[in-house]
């Protein structure tokens, strides 16, 4: 599987971004992932979804602000990020996960064995 994440860049605090992650490549995953990770920081879960395209799962640091969403074909996820607040300022990673990953498995990074490279949200005070 071979992920590329596009959509990063610079936005003012209360605007909007949308991430995309295109996934090509077969796949056995379950989950489809965003982490983030800030500098000095650990990478950290951001959202999932099944790979159905169903059952969205989130931090409590975003419900409420971000949709995960998946095309209907599930080759291409997105993160559709509202009211962004300066803490969101991150590498944003999008992810597959593994076959056997499970609803209290999936918040782990550890779950995912592909990544794509990154797309940096960087969000100005």
């Known amino acids: 599987v071979q992920l590329q994440a596009s959509g990063g860049g610079l936005v003012q605090a209360g605007g909007s971004l949308t991430l995309s992650c295109e996934i090509s490549?077969?796949?056995?995953?379950?989950?489809m992932a965003w982490f983030r990770q800030a500098p000095g920081k650990a990478r950290e879960f951001v959202a999932a979804i099944r790979w159905s395209g169903m059952y969205p799962f989130y931090s409590d640091a975003v419900k409420g602000r971000f949709t995960i969403s998946g095309d209907g074909g599930m080759t291409t996820v997105y993160l559709i990020m509202n009211n962004l607040k300066y803490e969101d300022t991150a590498m944003y990673f999008c992810?597959?996960?593994?076959?056997?990953?499970?609803?209290?498995?999936?918040?782990?990074?550890?779950?995912?064995?592909?990544w794509g490279q990154g797309t940096l949200v960087t969000v100005s005070s």
């Open positions: 490549g077969h796949s056995t995953s379950r989950f």
């Open positions: 992810a597959a996960s593994n076959p056997l990953t499970s609803r209290s498995t999936l918040r782990m990074a550890d779950s995912y064995a592909y």
